[in-house]
Protein backbone atom coordinates (compact mmCIF):
# COMPACT_ATOMS: atom_id res chain seq x y z
CA UNK A 1 0.00 0.00 0.00
CA UNK A 2 1.59 3.24 -0.90
CA UNK A 3 1.54 6.68 1.76
CA UNK A 4 2.27 4.65 4.32
CA UNK A 5 3.70 6.35 7.63
CA UNK A 6 4.63 4.59 10.69
CA UNK A 7 5.57 5.12 14.37
CA UNK A 8 8.69 3.58 15.82
CA UNK A 9 7.68 2.87 19.60
CA UNK A 10 8.73 -0.03 22.00
CA UNK A 11 6.64 -3.05 21.49
CA UNK A 12 4.92 -4.35 24.68
CA UNK A 13 5.93 -8.61 25.50
CA UNK A 14 2.10 -9.31 23.63
CA UNK A 15 1.03 -7.33 21.07
CA UNK A 16 1.26 -6.19 17.37
CA UNK A 17 -1.48 -3.90 16.40
CA UNK A 18 -2.18 -2.91 12.85
CA UNK A 19 -5.10 -0.25 12.07
CA UNK A 20 -4.63 -1.75 8.50
CA UNK A 21 -6.72 0.56 6.00
CA UNK A 22 -8.17 3.34 8.71
CA UNK A 23 -8.39 5.93 6.23
CA UNK A 24 -7.28 6.02 2.33
CA UNK A 25 -5.55 9.66 1.18
CA UNK A 26 -7.88 10.36 -2.09
CA UNK A 27 -7.62 14.23 -2.79
CA UNK A 28 -4.93 16.85 -1.65
CA UNK A 29 -8.56 18.84 -1.39
CA UNK A 30 -8.92 17.91 2.41
CA UNK A 31 -9.97 20.91 4.46
CA UNK A 32 -10.48 19.17 7.72
CA UNK A 33 -9.95 15.76 9.60
CA UNK A 34 -10.69 15.61 13.33
CA UNK A 35 -10.52 11.91 14.76
CA UNK A 36 -11.66 10.84 18.05
CA UNK A 37 -11.32 7.09 18.41
CA UNK A 38 -10.25 4.89 21.55
CA UNK A 39 -9.29 1.29 20.81
CA UNK A 40 -10.41 -0.77 23.20
CA UNK A 41 -7.03 -3.30 22.47
CA UNK A 42 -4.00 -2.09 24.32
CA UNK A 43 -1.06 -1.72 22.11
CA UNK A 44 1.89 0.13 21.96
CA UNK A 45 3.59 -0.78 18.72
CA UNK A 46 1.31 0.54 15.54
CA UNK A 47 1.93 0.66 12.21
CA UNK A 48 -1.26 2.82 10.58
CA UNK A 49 -2.40 3.19 6.85
CA UNK A 50 -3.99 6.51 7.70
CA UNK A 51 -5.57 9.03 5.15
CA UNK A 52 -8.57 11.06 5.52
CA UNK A 53 -12.43 11.46 3.83
CA UNK A 54 -12.76 14.21 1.16
CA UNK A 55 -15.79 16.44 0.02
CA UNK A 56 -17.84 14.83 -3.14
CA UNK A 57 -19.89 17.42 -5.79
CA UNK A 58 -22.75 15.03 -5.59
CA UNK A 59 -25.27 13.53 -2.57
CA UNK A 60 -24.39 9.81 -3.77
CA UNK A 61 -20.93 10.87 -2.09
CA UNK A 62 -21.21 13.48 0.25
CA UNK A 63 -20.81 11.49 3.07
CA UNK A 64 -17.64 8.29 3.27
CA UNK A 65 -15.89 7.93 0.10
CA UNK A 66 -17.79 4.42 0.24
CA UNK A 67 -19.26 2.62 -2.60
CA UNK A 68 -21.58 0.78 -0.05
CA UNK A 69 -22.75 4.27 0.80
CA UNK A 70 -23.43 5.67 -2.57
CA UNK A 71 -25.15 2.84 -3.12
CA UNK A 72 -27.78 3.06 -0.02
CA UNK A 73 -28.18 6.89 -0.21
CA UNK A 74 -28.87 6.21 -4.43
CA UNK A 75 -31.48 3.61 -3.29
CA UNK A 76 -33.10 5.77 -1.21
CA UNK A 77 -31.22 5.26 2.32
CA UNK A 78 -30.72 9.09 3.34
CA UNK A 79 -33.24 11.55 5.25
CA UNK A 80 -33.29 15.30 4.57
CA UNK A 81 -35.26 16.62 8.12
CA UNK A 82 -37.41 20.13 7.33
CA UNK A 83 -36.26 21.45 10.41
CA UNK A 84 -35.78 25.02 10.55
CA UNK A 85 -32.62 26.72 11.69
CA UNK A 86 -31.17 27.06 15.08
CA UNK A 87 -30.32 30.59 16.32
CA UNK A 88 -27.79 31.46 19.04
CA UNK A 89 -25.48 34.83 19.14
CA UNK A 90 -26.25 35.43 15.38
CA UNK A 91 -25.41 32.17 14.48
CA UNK A 92 -27.74 29.94 12.09
CA UNK A 93 -26.89 25.95 12.38
CA UNK A 94 -29.24 23.10 10.71
CA UNK A 95 -29.06 19.70 9.85
CA UNK A 96 -29.51 18.61 5.98
CA UNK A 97 -28.71 15.23 5.49
CA UNK A 98 -28.44 12.66 7.27
CA UNK A 99 -27.94 8.32 6.92
CA UNK A 100 -27.48 5.80 10.36
CA UNK A 101 -27.31 2.42 9.55
CA UNK A 102 -25.22 -0.12 11.98
CA UNK A 103 -21.66 1.18 11.79
CA UNK A 104 -22.47 4.56 10.15
CA UNK A 105 -23.84 7.77 12.13
CA UNK A 106 -23.25 10.72 9.23
CA UNK A 107 -24.78 13.97 8.91
CA UNK A 108 -24.81 17.51 7.34
CA UNK A 109 -24.35 20.77 9.47
CA UNK A 110 -24.81 24.00 7.78
CA UNK A 111 -23.79 26.97 9.14
CA UNK A 112 -25.02 30.47 8.90
CA UNK A 113 -22.17 32.84 10.37
CA UNK A 114 -23.00 36.49 10.79
CA UNK A 115 -22.44 39.09 7.22
CA UNK A 116 -19.46 40.45 8.57
CA UNK A 117 -17.08 37.16 9.26
CA UNK A 118 -14.54 37.03 7.64
CA UNK A 119 -14.27 33.99 5.16
CA UNK A 120 -10.38 33.35 5.44
CA UNK A 121 -10.82 31.94 8.87
CA UNK A 122 -12.36 28.47 7.82
CA UNK A 123 -9.13 26.95 7.00
CA UNK A 124 -9.90 25.08 10.45
CA UNK A 125 -12.98 24.17 11.85
CA UNK A 126 -13.75 22.11 14.59
CA UNK A 127 -16.89 21.60 17.64
CA UNK A 128 -14.92 20.74 20.70
CA UNK A 129 -17.73 20.00 23.03
CA UNK A 130 -20.30 18.15 20.23
CA UNK A 131 -22.64 15.80 22.28
CA UNK A 132 -24.75 13.44 20.06
CA UNK A 133 -27.96 11.77 22.43
CA UNK A 134 -31.05 9.90 21.46
CA UNK A 135 -34.60 9.35 23.05
CA UNK A 136 -33.43 6.80 25.18
CA UNK A 137 -30.58 9.37 26.61
CA UNK A 138 -28.44 6.70 25.47
CA UNK A 139 -24.80 8.86 24.16
CA UNK A 140 -23.58 8.36 20.43
CA UNK A 141 -20.66 10.29 20.31
CA UNK A 142 -18.80 12.23 22.95
CA UNK A 143 -15.45 13.26 22.86
CA UNK A 144 -15.62 16.00 25.40
CA UNK A 145 -14.88 15.16 29.67
CA UNK A 146 -17.49 18.59 30.34
CA UNK A 147 -19.86 17.66 28.12
CA UNK A 148 -20.23 14.69 29.20
CA UNK A 149 -20.34 15.44 33.03
CA UNK A 150 -22.81 17.96 32.59
CA UNK A 151 -25.14 15.73 30.41
CA UNK A 152 -24.31 13.09 33.03
CA UNK A 153 -25.39 15.67 36.03
CA UNK A 154 -28.41 16.42 34.31
CA UNK A 155 -29.90 12.74 33.64
CA UNK A 156 -28.60 11.06 36.50
CA UNK A 157 -26.04 8.80 34.60
CA UNK A 158 -24.88 5.82 36.33
CA UNK A 159 -21.52 5.34 34.33
CA UNK A 160 -18.67 7.89 33.50
CA UNK A 161 -16.74 9.30 31.48
CA UNK A 162 -15.22 6.75 28.92
CA UNK A 163 -16.91 3.52 30.22
CA UNK A 164 -18.49 2.44 27.06
CA UNK A 165 -21.65 0.05 26.55
CA UNK A 166 -24.56 0.13 24.86
CA UNK A 167 -25.65 3.54 26.98
CA UNK A 168 -22.54 5.06 25.84
CA UNK A 169 -21.40 4.23 22.38
CA UNK A 170 -17.73 3.99 21.96
CA UNK A 171 -17.64 5.94 18.35
CA UNK A 172 -14.84 8.20 16.58
CA UNK A 173 -15.68 11.27 14.25
CA UNK A 174 -14.08 12.68 10.92
CA UNK A 175 -14.94 15.34 9.80
CA UNK A 176 -14.16 17.87 6.79
CA UNK A 177 -15.50 21.45 5.49
CA UNK A 178 -17.62 20.28 2.32
CA UNK A 179 -18.49 23.70 0.99
CA UNK A 180 -18.24 27.55 1.74
CA UNK A 181 -20.18 30.54 0.68
CA UNK A 182 -19.25 33.40 1.81
CA UNK A 183 -20.72 33.09 5.41
CA UNK A 184 -22.74 30.27 4.79
CA UNK A 185 -20.74 26.88 5.49
CA UNK A 186 -20.97 23.48 4.66
CA UNK A 187 -19.54 20.66 7.24
CA UNK A 188 -19.67 16.86 6.94
CA UNK A 189 -19.86 14.61 9.95
CA UNK A 190 -18.58 10.86 9.75
CA UNK A 191 -19.20 8.89 13.05
CA UNK A 192 -18.47 5.42 13.03
CA UNK A 193 -18.99 2.95 15.85
CA UNK A 194 -19.09 -1.08 16.20
CA UNK A 195 -22.84 -0.71 16.42
CA UNK A 196 -25.43 1.91 16.89
CA UNK A 197 -28.64 1.49 18.65
CA UNK A 198 -32.28 1.77 16.61
CA UNK A 199 -32.20 5.41 17.79
CA UNK A 200 -35.74 7.28 17.03
CA UNK A 201 -34.65 10.74 17.47
CA UNK A 202 -31.01 12.63 17.69
CA UNK A 203 -30.15 15.44 19.40
CA UNK A 204 -26.90 16.91 18.55
CA UNK A 205 -25.37 19.65 20.76
CA UNK A 206 -22.66 21.94 20.62
CA UNK A 207 -21.64 25.15 22.70
CA UNK A 208 -18.08 26.08 21.18
CA UNK A 209 -17.40 26.02 17.01
CA UNK A 210 -13.49 26.75 16.85
CA UNK A 211 -12.52 28.96 13.22
CA UNK A 212 -8.77 28.98 12.40
CA UNK A 213 -5.98 27.59 14.36
CA UNK A 214 -3.19 28.94 16.56
CA UNK A 215 -2.69 32.80 16.41
CA UNK A 216 -5.49 33.16 14.39
CA UNK A 217 -7.98 31.18 15.80
CA UNK A 218 -11.48 32.33 16.51
CA UNK A 219 -14.12 30.96 19.09
CA UNK A 220 -17.69 31.35 18.82
CA UNK A 221 -19.92 30.21 22.02
CA UNK A 222 -23.68 29.82 22.12
CA UNK A 223 -25.93 26.95 22.87
CA UNK A 224 -27.13 25.11 19.76
CA UNK A 225 -29.00 21.92 19.95
CA UNK A 226 -31.03 20.26 17.17
CA UNK A 227 -33.14 17.96 17.62
CA UNK A 228 -33.83 15.23 14.49
CA UNK A 229 -36.86 12.47 14.57
CA UNK A 230 -35.13 10.08 12.28
CA UNK A 231 -37.38 7.81 9.43
CA UNK A 232 -38.47 4.58 10.46
CA UNK A 233 -36.28 3.14 7.66
CA UNK A 234 -33.34 3.88 9.99
CA UNK A 235 -34.27 2.60 13.41
CA UNK A 236 -36.70 -0.39 12.29
CA UNK A 237 -32.95 -1.49 10.17
CA UNK A 238 -32.75 -4.83 8.37
CA UNK A 239 -30.03 -6.98 8.55
CA UNK A 240 -28.89 -10.44 7.09
CA UNK A 241 -26.58 -12.79 8.82
CA UNK A 242 -24.68 -15.56 7.12
CA UNK A 243 -22.95 -18.75 8.30
CA UNK A 244 -20.04 -20.81 6.93
CA UNK A 245 -21.03 -23.34 4.35
CA UNK A 246 -17.53 -24.23 3.30
CA UNK A 247 -13.85 -23.13 3.53
CA UNK A 248 -10.39 -23.93 1.77
CA UNK A 249 -8.63 -23.55 5.84
CA UNK A 250 -10.63 -25.82 8.68
CA UNK A 251 -8.50 -23.45 10.67
CA UNK A 252 -10.85 -20.31 10.19
CA UNK A 253 -13.69 -19.19 12.77
CA UNK A 254 -16.23 -17.02 11.61
CA UNK A 255 -17.58 -14.41 14.40
CA UNK A 256 -19.62 -12.24 12.76
CA UNK A 257 -21.04 -11.79 8.92
CA UNK A 258 -24.13 -9.65 8.37
CA UNK A 259 -24.95 -6.95 5.32
CA UNK A 260 -26.50 -4.16 6.42
CA UNK A 261 -28.08 -0.97 4.80
CA UNK A 262 -24.54 0.19 3.17
CA UNK A 263 -22.32 -2.74 3.27
CA UNK A 264 -21.28 -6.38 4.74
CA UNK A 265 -19.64 -6.62 7.92
CA UNK A 266 -17.02 -9.79 8.33
CA UNK A 267 -14.93 -10.55 10.93
CA UNK A 268 -12.93 -13.70 11.53
CA UNK A 269 -10.16 -15.70 13.78
CA UNK A 270 -7.45 -17.97 13.12
CA UNK A 271 -4.32 -19.56 15.41
CA UNK A 272 -1.12 -19.26 13.32
CA UNK A 273 2.18 -20.07 14.03
CA UNK A 274 3.02 -18.86 17.83
CA UNK A 275 5.77 -16.15 17.03
CA UNK A 276 9.38 -17.79 18.35
CA UNK A 277 11.18 -14.55 17.74
CA UNK A 278 9.85 -11.15 18.96
CA UNK A 279 12.80 -9.47 18.10
CA UNK A 280 12.15 -10.64 14.31
CA UNK A 281 8.07 -10.32 14.44
CA UNK A 282 8.31 -6.71 15.41
CA UNK A 283 10.74 -5.88 12.76
CA UNK A 284 8.90 -7.94 9.73
CA UNK A 285 5.96 -5.60 11.33
CA UNK A 286 7.72 -2.73 10.73
CA UNK A 287 8.76 -3.56 7.36
CA UNK A 288 5.47 -4.97 6.20
CA UNK A 289 4.50 -3.20 3.02
CA UNK A 290 1.77 -5.06 3.03
CA UNK A 291 -1.70 -5.67 4.91
CA UNK A 292 -2.11 -8.67 6.68
CA UNK A 293 -4.55 -9.65 4.94
CA UNK A 294 -4.81 -8.63 0.74
CA UNK A 295 -6.66 -9.16 -2.32
CA UNK A 296 -10.07 -9.32 -0.35
CA UNK A 297 -13.21 -9.34 -2.20
CA UNK A 298 -16.87 -10.83 -1.86
CA UNK A 299 -18.15 -12.56 -5.04
CA UNK A 300 -22.04 -13.84 -5.03
CA UNK A 301 -23.42 -16.83 -7.53
CA UNK A 302 -23.51 -14.26 -10.87
CA UNK A 303 -19.53 -13.51 -10.35
CA UNK A 304 -20.17 -9.83 -9.16
CA UNK A 305 -17.73 -8.75 -7.37
CA UNK A 306 -17.83 -6.52 -4.03
CA UNK A 307 -14.85 -5.12 -2.58
CA UNK A 308 -14.07 -3.21 1.05
CA UNK A 309 -14.78 -0.02 1.70
CA UNK A 310 -11.64 1.15 3.45
CA UNK A 311 -13.89 4.04 5.33
CA UNK A 312 -12.15 3.80 9.30
CA UNK A 313 -10.67 1.57 11.67
CA UNK A 314 -13.89 0.14 12.51
CA UNK A 315 -14.00 -1.18 9.13
CA UNK A 316 -11.04 -2.71 8.43
CA UNK A 317 -8.51 -3.82 10.44
CA UNK A 318 -6.46 -6.86 12.21
CA UNK A 319 -4.92 -7.91 15.15
CA UNK A 320 -1.95 -10.07 15.51
CA UNK A 321 -0.50 -11.89 18.57
CA UNK A 322 2.17 -13.46 19.71
CA UNK A 323 0.91 -16.52 20.95
CA UNK A 324 -0.43 -16.95 16.96
CA UNK A 325 -4.04 -15.54 17.25
CA UNK A 326 -4.91 -13.99 14.22
CA UNK A 327 -7.94 -11.55 14.41
CA UNK A 328 -9.19 -9.84 11.03
CA UNK A 329 -12.55 -7.73 10.15
CA UNK A 330 -13.51 -6.19 7.15
CA UNK A 331 -16.24 -4.27 5.44
CA UNK A 332 -17.39 -4.77 1.65
CA UNK A 333 -19.37 -2.24 -0.59
CA UNK A 334 -22.06 -5.08 -0.52
CA UNK A 335 -25.48 -3.38 0.96
CA UNK A 336 -28.04 -5.92 2.33
CA UNK A 337 -30.76 -4.98 -0.72
CA UNK A 338 -28.12 -7.11 -3.21
CA UNK A 339 -27.15 -9.85 -0.50
CA UNK A 340 -27.59 -12.84 -1.87
CA UNK A 341 -28.08 -16.48 -0.77
CA UNK A 342 -24.18 -17.62 -1.18
CA UNK A 343 -21.43 -15.29 -1.08
CA UNK A 344 -17.49 -16.11 -1.41
CA UNK A 345 -14.95 -14.31 0.53
CA UNK A 346 -11.44 -14.54 -1.03
CA UNK A 347 -8.47 -13.47 0.75
CA UNK A 348 -4.65 -13.51 1.02
CA UNK A 349 -3.57 -14.48 4.45
CA UNK A 350 -0.36 -12.82 5.10
CA UNK A 351 1.50 -14.53 8.67
CA UNK A 352 4.91 -13.95 9.64
CA UNK A 353 5.78 -17.85 8.41
CA UNK A 354 3.27 -17.75 5.22
CA UNK A 355 0.99 -16.14 2.90
CA UNK A 356 -1.80 -18.30 1.83
CA UNK A 357 -4.83 -18.07 -0.51
CA UNK A 358 -8.10 -18.86 1.31
CA UNK A 359 -11.70 -18.86 0.01
CA UNK A 360 -14.98 -19.41 2.30
CA UNK A 361 -18.53 -19.77 1.07
CA UNK A 362 -21.09 -18.57 3.42
CA UNK A 363 -24.41 -19.30 3.28
CA UNK A 364 -27.72 -17.21 4.47
CA UNK A 365 -28.84 -17.95 7.55
Not at 124 to 144: A, V
Given at each position: M????????K?P?????A????????????????????????C??T???????F??N???????D?????K?I????I?S?????????NI?A???????????L????????P????P???????F??M???????????C???????????????S??YG??G???????I??????????????V?N??????????N????????????????????????I??????K???????S??????S??AIS???A????S???????T????????????????????????????E????????P????????G????L??????W????L??S?????????????????S????IT????
Amino acid sequence: MNNDFKINLKAPASYYYAINTAFQPKSHKIKHTFINKIIATACAITTIFAGVVFAKNFIGNIFNDNNGMTKAIENGYIFSPTNDYIECNNIKARVDNVLMDEKNLSFVLNLVLPEDYSPNLTKDINFPNMLITDEENRILYCGNYYAFENFKDNNNLSYNYGDFGENYINSGINMYLSSQNKNELTIVFNIFADKFPNSKNLKIQFGEIDLGAGNSLIVLNGNWAIDISLPEKFYNRETTSYHILNMSDNAISLTEAYSFASGMYIKFETDVTPVSNENDFYEWGLSFKDNFVTNEYLEDENGNRFYPVKANSESSGSTYELNGKFTHWQTFDLTNSESSQVLYLHLTLNTMDTSKEVVITLEKN
